[in-house]
């Protein structure tokens, strides 16, 4: 199954995103996670889902099948835009 | 003669890399789920090959330790086996292009694929041994199945792959981030690019790990875990197991059995006598607190932390804890260390090490120092506290934990500079290995023996001596105002502090025959426990400190643990009796 990403337009940090939500990433600002984020398949552009939210703590989140725990002030610093993702019928993950 | 041929072990931490290692050279290298467990290289023999097993990295830099030695190691390799987790390529390739790009013999072998056949994924290992030009192993080293191919195929020698980044990638290595950055990209691109020959059915993470995540079923669960804890060091090994070991079988059957051998041999009022069969005695003190005492403890207190380390429950707990941690100016990631403390705290302070910045190493062997008692001591606070009613459990509780508290709070407004931000990778939830979690519980607990051993073994020719030329009364004496006056205690307790010094475990299992004895009343005994657990680190974490703080610093911790755990214990005194 191929998945299918439309954009809803507006930008949030990822500590505000909802459980349960496709987003894609817009900026990583802090360089060192940004390296670390890199090896993981977390870029620019790249479509992450949030696995679970604590308040005012971590965000865990599925990037390529990992999942990764990002902490609230580091969330915070990190764009993102909600997406809607649907799927289509060959291929694999971006 | 000629050196041997040096292949080494390298992969994204928790691949399993350390059975991998066990296969090839019989050696058991500590193995657990959660990533950064190997922090020392391991080397052992296969054939005619030296093997090492180098602490699983993401990457190659030198960013931190962990990589510094992992780079340092694969640059001297003549032949470089990467061990990739077949569930998780996407992340794992990315290390296996740096190597390539290194330009030396190469084989990888994917690992779990017991995993990769449950969840239904499907890798083309012939497309992708073609593009990479690497041999490629199946694996799984918890079936043991592909272990004889392994072993065949780094027999026959591994082959050097086609370079993916266009430039070399060692000349800017060391000089240039940006340069790091875009290769890091370009990799990334190629990573994503190959693997649309493998199809993943299955996007989802399991549901218990979910519910581990949970903001109240996690800690619901966290609460569980610690209740069953208590209950099984508390209740059941400190009160069943320990009356068997310490009261019958070392206590009587050992003693009467060692005093009636060597009584005969010395007169009751030699030196010697006192040494060896006296209170303190090395044949008689020294044996029955280490293994009727302590040894079902500490043994059952790592079988636990194992368990939940092998499960991959540690790291869940680290994000429940996150947002409280982050208080202290810590991040959820010294959930470990502190855990680990309760284990001991000479082996925690080390792991510090995995924390990201100086500060937030200072913070958490402050903490560590102050608020954590180790595995026997624990066990022994946690046996006399179950003796305690309710009230006086709170008290004592409520006190080191506010202590604990303010210490962290204080630290993180003291201290200048900032602390680094969670980002931590999640292992998958697995049934752990009933072998391994034996060898594990059996190598740590193996390891306090040696270490508390040496310890308890000075201490008692120390405290010996002390009692043959009556240093107790001098000590009694000269104390009498602080343990008296101040505390409210019987002078002996000054005996007992003494111990605490030398050793917390001696201490905390001296406390527990005066609490037997009946020698201190309950206001007394929540006195007491307050300072022991609060009391200044044993001279093995002391050296530990100094090595991995400034001396200064870990001068200061010192002194303000002992000025903390008085004061604490004064201000009871005058509230409770």
Redesign the interface.
């Known amino acids: 199954?191929k998945k299918k990403y439309t954009s809803f337009g507006f930008s949030l940090p990822l500590s505000q995103i909802q459980k349960n939500q496709y987003v894609q990433i817009l900026s990583i600002p802090?360089?060192?996670?940004?390296?670390?984020?890199?090896?993981?398949?977390m870029?620019e552009g790249s479509c992450i889902?949030c696995?679970?939210k604590?308040?005012?703590?971590?965000v865990?989140v599925?990037i390529?099948?990992?999942?990764?725990?990002?902490?609230?002030?580091?969330a915070q610093s990190i764009r993102t835009i909600p997406i809607k993702a649907s799927f289509s019928k060959i291929?694999?993950?971006? | 003669m000629k050196e041997k041929p040096l292949l080494i072990l390298v992969g994204n931490p928790n691949v399993g890399k350390s059975v991998l290692f066990q296969y090839l050279t019989g050696i058991y290298a500590e193995v657990s789920n959660f990533p950064g467990t190997t922090v020392e290289v391991t080397e052992g023999t296969f054939e005619q090959f030296r093997v090492l097993d180098v602490p699983g990295v993401?990457?190659l830099?030198s960013?931190n330790d962990e990589e510094r030695v992992t780079l340092d190691a694969v640059l001297q390799a003549d032949m470089i086996v990467n061990v990739l987790d077949g569930?998780?390529l996407?992340?794992d390739l990315?290390?296996t292009l740096q190597l390539i790009d290194l330009g030396k013999p190469m084989i990888l072998l994917v690992n779990m694929m017991d995993d990769v056949q449950k969840k239904h994924i499907y890798i083309d290992f012939e497309a992708l041994e073609k593009t990479l030009g690497v041999p490629i192993v199946a694996v799984s080293g918890r079936k043991g199945s592909g272990i004889l191919q392994m072993k065949h195929q780094i027999l026959e020698g591994g082959s050097i792959g086609q370079p993916f980044v266009p430039y070399s990638w060692k000349d800017h290595f060391f000089n240039s981030?940006s340069y790091?950055?875009e290769a890091?990209?370009f990799r990334?691109k190629e990573?994503?690019r190959l693997?649309?020959n493998?199809?993943?059915?299955k996007?989802k993470?399991s549901g218990l790990?979910?519910l581990l995540?949970?903001?109240f079923f996690g800690f619901l669960f966290l609460i569980f875990i610690l209740s069953v804890i208590y209950f099984i060091i508390g209740k059941v090994l400190a009160q069943e197991v320990i009356n068997f070991t310490e009261d019958f079988l070392m206590g009587t059957c050992y003693f009467n059995w060692i005093t009636g051998l060597l009584n005969p041999c010395f007169s009751d009022d030699s030196f010697i006598s006192c040494l060896l069969l006296g209170e303190y005695g090395l044949l008689t003190m020294v044996p029955i607190y280490l293994f009727g005492l302590l040894l079902p403890l500490v043994a059952g207190f790592y079988f636990i932390l194992s368990l939940l380390e092998d499960c991959g429950i540690l790291?869940r707990v680290?994000?429940?804890m996150?947002?409280w941690f982050?208080k202290f100016g810590l991040?959820?990631k010294a959930i470990i260390p502190m855990l680990l403390g309760f284990g001991c705290v000479t082996m925690a302070l080390i792991t510090t090490r995995i924390l990201g910045t100086k500060r937030e190493r200072l913070i958490a062997s402050a903490l560590l120092c102050i608020g954590i008692p180790c595995s026997a001591q624990f066990a022994i606070l946690l046996a006399i506290s179950s003796q305690l009613t309710f009230q006086s459990l709170l008290i004592y509780l409520g006190t080191v934990f506010s202590l604990f508290f303010f210490v962290g709070f204080f630290l993180n407004h003291l201290l200048p500079g900032t602390s680094s931000?969670?980002?931590?990778?999640?292992p998958?939830l697995r049934t752990p290995v009933f072998l391994n979690l034996i060898k594990k519980t059996a190598q740590k607990t193996n390891h306090f023996l040696h270490d508390a051993g040496v310890m308890f073994v000075l201490g008692s020719i120390l405290l010996s001596l002390l009692s043959y030329f009556n240093g107790f009364a001098l000590l009694y004496q000269s104390l009498e105002p602080l343990t008296t006056s101040v505390l409210g205690l019987p002078p002996q307790t000054a005996g007992l502090f003494l111990m605490c010094m030398i050793k917390k475990d001696l201490g905390a299992a001296h406390l527990y025959s005066m609490v037997s004895d009946g020698l201190l009343s309950e206001p007394q005994i929540v006195i007491v426990l307050t300072i022991v657990t609060l009391f200044v680190p044993c001279f093995a974490s002391l050296a530990v400190l100094i090595k991995e703080q400034s001396p200064l610093q870990s001068m200061l911790i010192w002194l303000s643990s002992i000025f903390l755990s008085f004061s604490t214990g004064a201000i009871l005194a005058q509230v409770l009796l």
């Open positions: 199954m802090n360089s060192n996670i940004r390296l670390q984020a890199i090896r993981l398949g870029t889902f696995l679970e604590l308040h005012h703590g971590p865990v599925l390529e099948n990992q999942q990764v725990a990002i902490g609230y002030f580091l291929g694999g993950l971006k | 993401f990457g830099s960013d569930t998780q996407h992340r990315f290390l981030p790091n950055e890091n990209r990334r990573v994503n693997l649309s493998y199809l993943i059915q996007n993470a790990g979910l995540l949970h903001p790291c680290a994000v429940l996150d947002r982050s991040n959820g931000e969670l980002f931590l990778i999640l998958p």
